[in-house]
Nanobody
Framework: QVQVVESGGGLVQAGGSLRLSCAASGSGFSIISMGWYRQAPAETRDLVAVETTAGVKDYADSVKGRFTISRDNAKNTVYLQMNNLKPEDTAVYYC??????????????WGQGTQVTVSS
């Protein structure tokens, strides 16, 4: 079992910054990618940013130039630096971990989510 725990959400004014963190813990697994998704009320859960263990990154068009994803592979941790936040960034942000267990089975695990609220 892989535990995924996010932190760092909160309330911020438009134009402000927040940094989210997500750590994956447990044993007997290797991580393929870690990423961030977000879900606003009555909306689907959409990709924000993802980074593979090889260092390949991808961003949603709406956050390019404002958000930066980074990883600490040794700590199985991923960060999301969010700058110039806008009210439309308000959502619950979820961390997603994709990996492979020592049994050679693939897995996808999600964190519990952290609320980000941007006031205008």
């Amino acid at each position: 079992q892989v535990q995924v725990v996010e932190s760092g959400g909160g309330l911020v004014q438009a134009g402000g910054s927040l940094r989210l963190s997500c750590a994956a813990s447990g044993s007997g697994f290797s991580i393929i990618s870690m990423g961030w998704y977000r879900q606003a009320p009555a909306e689907t859960r959409d990709l924000v940013a993802v980074e593979t263990t090889a260092g390949v990154k991808d961003y949603a068009d709406s956050v390019k130039g404002r958000f930066t994803i980074s990883r600490d592979n040794a700590k199985n941790t991923v960060y999301l630096q969010m700058n110039n936040l806008k009210p439309e960034d308000t959502a619950v942000y979820y961390c997603k971990v994709v990996g492979i267990r020592s049994t050679h089975s693939l897995f996808t695990d999600w964190g519990q989510g952290t609320q980000v609220t941007v006031s205008s």
